[in-house]
């Protein structure tokens, strides 16, 4: 048993070695035409176990057709998900956005700045390169792995409350013990909410994190003291209130940024289809860090 452990913190240090080393040399973590600058800083890396309860649960929280991890081998490996080995495991990333670029956006009341919106596109593409990186060391040392948002039954739909997919990697980052939502719906991870965040699954045994929130909105001021409200205050959509965030009115507002002359007026050079906005993710107490009120009241428990 302790054997197999060992060999578990072993395979994880040398995942995480891999993944700081490739956000370090990739040439796509660069911010175009700003070569200097790296889009993400060094990543949390975190562990899920597959088959945690919690992956069944996002079928009544998120929609039936999420798929749990064994599912997504499944699919992929063509196999009964049952007939899988029995210890699943998932790798979750959280990729921090750099400060330069937080701060560009902290200016901006209506739409990002350009390197916010250069992260959500480039930053995006480079996410999927790790997607697919991770995905190949796993596979050339023999094991099964999949990044199930790079597969063609990966899906967008939506419903009532708008758009949802069936693997949402914020739900995988909670899973991992990364942190909790927050009132905007981002994900406020160690180093806050301005990052984006990815996964991929895998047969090879993982020790797993530990998951200390024991709510699913224990990161966020609103939950914490009914204080705070800042992102709701920042958005420009009037999407965040009291009661959440409604993702129509954001993905609507997002959609109108994306061809808008206005930007190129405004002297943005945005030459992407997605402008991302972002503004609820920055000039936040929850934008680089959790909020240092709810980390003061939780060294003093
Ligand atoms: C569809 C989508 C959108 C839609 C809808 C957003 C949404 N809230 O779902 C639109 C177009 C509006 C959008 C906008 C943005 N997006 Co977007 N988007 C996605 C996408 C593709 C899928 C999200 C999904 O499936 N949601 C499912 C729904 C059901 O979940 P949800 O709202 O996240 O979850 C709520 C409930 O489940 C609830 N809940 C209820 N009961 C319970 C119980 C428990 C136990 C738990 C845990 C939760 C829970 O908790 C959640 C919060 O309220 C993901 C990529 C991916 N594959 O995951 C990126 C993603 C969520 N987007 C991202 C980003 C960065 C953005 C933008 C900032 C745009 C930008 N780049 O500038 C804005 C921010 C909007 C916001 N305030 O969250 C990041 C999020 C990073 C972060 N820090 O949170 C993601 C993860 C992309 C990535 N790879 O990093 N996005
Ligand atoms: S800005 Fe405040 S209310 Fe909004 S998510 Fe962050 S901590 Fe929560
Ligand atoms: S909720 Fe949507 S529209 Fe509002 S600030 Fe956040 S990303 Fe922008």
Known sequence: MIEEQLLQEESSRGIIRKINEFIRSSPLNRMPRNEDLRMFSKPLIKFADGDDPFFNELKSIISHEHLTPRETLGLTY??????LPDKI????WILPIIETT???NRKETAGPSRFWSHTRWFGEKFNNALREYVTDILTEMGYMAVAPALQPYFKMNSNEKGLYTNWSERHIAF??????FGLSDGFISAKGIAHRCGSVVTDMPLPVS???AKGP???CLFSFDGSCKICAARC???AITAKGHDKKKCSDYLHSLGYSPREFEKGYD???????CGLCQTKTPCEYRIPLKIQRSRKEK
Not at 175 to 180: E, F, L, N, P
């Open 78 to 83: 063509q196999k009964n998900p049952d007939e």
């Open 89 to 92: 495991s998932i790798i979750n």
């Open 102 to 104: 937080r701060r560009s």
């Open 175 to 180: 899973a991992a013990g990364q942190g909790t």
């Open 210 to 212: 530990p998951r200390t």
């Open 217 to 219: 909105y224990d990161n």
């Open 236 to 238: 420009p959509a009037g």
């Open 270 to 276: 945005l030459d992407t289809s997605i402008a991302g």
